[in-house]
């Protein structure tokens, strides 16, 4: 297999900015972003070199007043430094979208109306760390299966529906309609209510190597509909009107993720404070506090000034978030997507969210910038 080549090795830009430059940064509710900045603490003062700046800016926060905005401001100012994110080429303005925890009724077992699997990663599903090999690839890494003493591409999305990957015993659960289980992937994450009343978190686990081709996309190049009507909620009438084309429409993404069932948080733990599902920094998701980005330009768990427009309105949203978690289309330095919670309204909120953005890096004093 061919290795994908190696990102760029300066994604972004940064800037020094002046705290005034933050759009509403004095009206902000900032000390609603600390249960999410405590809570992933614990992975990023352990970042190698940087770990005595991260653990002064924790230490610090965990000192600080609940609820007390201009304690939380103060904090920021002494422990941090912002900086304007931009992208090589100098421009600082990206595409901002929003996403959500799904919930879907489904079952344990596979039944006449919940027939579509949410599968764990098969046992054939081969992780090869690139950065083992080449130490210019670090962070980089390949996916794909044995065949004869060969490594392969995994199965496509069409293959795996087709019964090609060996999912016996791996399906977690059962849900009825497949685009639910499409967004689910989307997503990343979700709840999965159980007949019995329980219910079941699930995670990202995996991916099948597979790049991601937004159905959006497709849907446009094929006429079906304009890229101003372009959204979930579109995708998903489109669905309801084409029953017979939907599986056809879903094979053009070849990517395809698998998942994982997600324990509770340990009882006494900053996460345990937090009802979301989990990021890639292994903490779980503050509603309208978090987002994911790039990590190439954006580290894990660096405080960010998000300055954007809510959906479908041009009412300013603009708020101090956490970089928390990365998406298969959240590629540059300027993008993010904006974790807008559960729910109808989430759903609605992040369905529509295609919102022009800019980012600032809020970055602790004395710590090196990303990539120098």
């Known amino acids: 297999?061919?290795?994908?080549?190696?990102?760029?090795?300066?994604?972004?830009?940064?800037?020094?900015?002046?705290?005034?430059?933050?759009?509403?940064?004095?009206?902000?509710?900032?000390?609603?972003?600390?249960?999410?900045?405590?809570?992933?603490?614990?992975?990023?003062?352990?970042?190698?070199?940087?770990?005595?700046?991260?653990?002064?800016?924790?230490?610090?926060?965990?000192?600080?007043?609940?609820?007390?905005?201009?304690?939380?401001?103060?904090?920021l100012q002494a422990h941090f430094t912002p900086y304007r994110v931009a992208f090589p080429d100098g421009r600082d303005r990206g595409l901002v979208t929003g996403y959500y925890e799904p919930v879907i009724a489904g079952s344990r077992t596979r039944t006449a109306t919940h027939r579509v699997p949410i599968l764990a990663p098969p046992d054939d599903l081969l992780v090869v760390e690139l950065g083992a090999l080449h130490p210019e690839l670090v962070d980089r890494r390949v996916r794909g299966r044995l065949e004869g003493r060969r490594v392969v591409p995994y199965w496509s999305r069409a293959e795996i529906e087709a019964g090609k990957a060996p999912a016996a015993g791996k399906a977690l659960a059962f849900v009825a309609d497949p685009i639910d289980a499409f967004f689910l992937q989307v997503q990343g994450s979700g709840r999965i209510t159980l007949a019995d009343g329980a219910v079941l978190r699930v995670g990202y686990a995996d991916q099948n190597g597979h790049p991601y081709t937004p159905v959006a996309r497709v849907l446009i190049e094929r006429g079906e509909m304009t890229r101003e009507e372009a959204s979930m909620q579109a995708i998903r009438a489109w669905a309801q009107a084409h029953p017979d084309r939907v599986a056809t429409l879903l094979d053009a993404n070849a990517s395809y993720v698998f998942f994982r069932e997600l324990p509770p948080a340990a009882p006494g733990t900053p996460a345990a404070a937090i009802d979301g599902p989990e990021g890639a920094l292994g903490v779980p998701l503050l509603a309208q506090r978090t987002i994911a980005v790039d990590p190439r330009a954006i580290p894990l768990g660096a405080p960010v000034w998000l300055a954007t427009t809510e959906p479908p309105s041009a009412q300013p949203l603009e708020r101090l978030v956490v970089a928390q978690d990365t998406g298969g289309a959240i590629r540059g330095a300027v993008r993010a997507d904006f974790f807008w919670g559960r729910g109808d309204l989430a759903a609605d909120r992040a369905g529509r969210m295609k919102e022009e953005g800019r980012l600032w890096l809020i970055w602790p004093r004395g710590a090196k910038l990303p990539g120098s």
């Open 1 to 75: 297999m061919t290795p994908p080549p190696a990102p760029p090795a300066a994604p972004a830009v940064y800037r020094p900015a002046a705290w005034r430059d933050l759009p509403g940064f004095e009206r902000d509710r900032v000390a609603e972003v600390l249960p999410a900045f405590l809570a992933g603490c614990g992975a990023i003062a352990r970042k190698p070199g940087q770990a005595p700046a991260w653990q002064a800016a924790c230490d610090a926060a965990r000192q600080l007043p609940a609820a007390d905005d201009a304690a939380t401001r103060a904090w």
